[in-house]
């Protein structure tokens, strides 16, 4: 076999024997421009590349595989980052290569992914962060509408929030998950930084526009700075912000929302955690394939009797499964009946993971698996 090529030595700096202190900026310039000129080469190669393989999926030639795979990009962002030694940090080559597999999935067929809408939401952000300017982003009105659309095909893929880290489970997209056929496919963990937006001062406030997880996540500050204030709870943020149109009203959200809708920060970074981070699902019609490095997510019903939900969660602890994630909620088919939703790490191809879903499935009332995806995808 044809030997691996060696990565160049320290590529960044000037090549070996010319003297840095005699380059001038033009002369610097100009080598800036001759790189670029070799990226460009190498990123329509990519490309091209790229386009073949949509071709070969096309033809069912290597199993007719979906455009969008986590693992075989968990896979790219792993080699990329493995093999860095520049002065690029991770994230920085996270952000570009994130926009060149954008690109890539682009030239084989341009995805459509629906999100919480309008545009400015923070699942804007993070559909964005995940899919790339060359997605087609689809805004939905509510999170019951994300997964229709991706039942429909309307959309290939939805972007839902489904934790924050401050305010707990966003339980909407929970509650959906009972009835839905989508799986999990990836996740995207978001930082969130929340501003308050006016076209007036702080002093004129009256009335807050939010979605309810951002009014729970910057409830200490409202009630310290604006105790009188009405809360308004909405479908968005995106959408409060249309709706502050007067000087005593307010939205919380992004500060970009601002910006889209010609709203002012009147008080920046008003959660009440500074560590405030909300983590997203991607759902589609398939879960990932395994990778080595994945996580699991489930919900299941026990027997109403004494010790069950210890029993069914044994099944995990005598395989040293890690659990990273249980919510309780009413399974709303009963008076008092409740389902647990469940986040492990592993892949139901894993021989133990099956094995513990098999026992669980022997003991509990129901057994859903409801996605799999590599971490950190």
């Known amino acids: 076999m044809p030997s691996r090529r060696a990565p160049l030595e320290a590529p960044w700096l000037p090549a070996t024997g010319v003297n840095v202190d005699a380059l001038d900026i033009e002369a610097l310039r100009q080598q800036i421009d001759e790189v670029d000129e070799q990226l460009v080469a190498l990123l329509n190669r990519r490309a091209s590349l790229a386009a073949q393989v949509g071709r070969v999926k096309a033809s069912g030639g290597n199993g007719a595989e979906e455009v969008y795979r986590p693992d075989r990009e968990a896979r790219v962002f792993d080699h990329v980052l493995s093999a860095t030694a520049g002065p690029l940090p991770g994230s920085a080559l996270r952000a570009i290569y994130g926009e060149i597999l954008s690109a890539c999935r682009g030239v084989q067929r341009q995805l459509r992914v629906g999100y919480l809408g309008p545009v400015g939401t923070f699942t804007h952000e993070a559909a964005l962060r995940r899919f790339g300017s060359s997605a087609t982003l689809v805004p939905c009105r509510t999170i019951e509408d994300i997964f229709l659309e991706t039942e429909r095909g309307s959309v290939d893929y939805g972007v839902v929030g489904v934790e924050n880290s401050t305010a707990g489970a966003v339980t909407p997209t929970l509650d959906v998950f009972l009835d839905s056929g989508l799986q999990i496919c990836a996740e995207i963990e978001l930082p969130i930084a929340h501003n308050l937006l006016s076209r007036g001062e702080l002093s004129q406030v009256r009335r807050v526009y939010a979605h309810p997880q951002a009014l729970a996540q910057c409830r200490r ?105 249980i919510e309780s909620r009413p399974s709303k088919r009963r008076l008092w009946e409740y389902v647990f939703f469940v986040d492990f790490t592993g892949h139901p191809d894993d021989e133990r993971v099956a094995e513990a879903l098999d026992e669980l499935d022997r003991g509990a009332l129901f057994v859903k698996v409801l996605g799999a995806w590599p971490l950190g995808s």
């Open 221 to 325: 500050w409202l009630s310290g700075n604006l105790p009188g204030a009405e809360q308004v709870e909405v479908a968005s943020n995106a959408l409060g912000a249309q709706m502050a149109d007067s000087p005593d009203t307010a939205a919380i959200g992004p500060e970009v929302a601002g910006r889209l809708y010609g709203l002012a920060v009147i008080a920046p970074h008003i959660e009440d955690a500074s560590s405030n981070v909300t983590r997203f699902l991607v759902i589609g019609p398939t879960r990932s394939p395994q990778t080595g490095r994945d996580k699991t997510s489930v919900v299941f019903a026990v027997r109403n009797r004494p010790g069950a939900l210890r029993d069914a969660l044994e099944a995990f602890a005598r395989r040293g499964i890690d659990l990273t994630r």
